[in-house]
């Protein structure tokens, strides 16, 4: 086994204990990094001209934005879970654009955008 073949390894073992001892709202705190840490490794992959690892990247980002979408109690978050299922309607749609169009700017707008939401998430006291 080569050394990256060891640290995937290693890091996938890593996230499953994470996981498997999180609470929800731990749980959406990994989705929320998760899918920073793609939309980072795809810039950084456009920047290399990789554009199959960039479309994965980008690919796996939406798909981590889908399962926040998904996550959302419409019956206890009222206004707040509306207002973010838009949100990452729009993050969706601009992380398929910026694939589309090769465009870094809108990988750091939607980065941003999913930061500030993470930050508000994190600032809620779980009991």
């Known amino acids: 086994?080569?050394?990256?073949?060891?640290?995937?390894q290693?890091?996938?073992?890593?996230?499953?204990?994470?996981?498997?001892e999180a609470d929800p709202h731990r749980l959406i705190q990994m989705l929320m990094e998760g899918g920073l840490q793609r939309i980072?490794?795809?810039?950084?992959?456009?920047?290399?001209?990789?554009v199959q690892l960039k479309?994965?990247?980008?690919?796996?980002?939406?798909g981590i934005i889908g399962g926040l979408r998904e996550a959302l109690d419409f019956a206890k978050g009222g206004e707040v879970a509306?207002?973010?299922?838009?949100?990452?309607a729009f993050?969706?749609?601009?992380?398929?654009?910026a694939n589309l169009k090769n465009d870094s700017a809108i990988l750091d707008e939607v980065a941003a955008l999913l930061r500030d939401v993470k930050e508000g998430w994190d600032g809620i006291r779980h009991y």
């Open 55 to 62: 479309g994965e990247l980008i690919g796996k980002a939406i």
């Open 40 to 50: 980072v490794q795809a810039k950084g992959a456009m920047q290399f001209n990789n």
């Open 91 to 97: 993050m969706i749609q601009r992380l398929s654009i």
């Open 10 to 20: 290693y890091q996938t073992v890593n996230v499953n204990a994470q996981v498997s």
């Open 1 to 8: 086994m080569n050394a990256y073949a060891a640290m995937k």
């Open 82 to 88: 509306a207002n973010l299922d838009n949100l990452y």
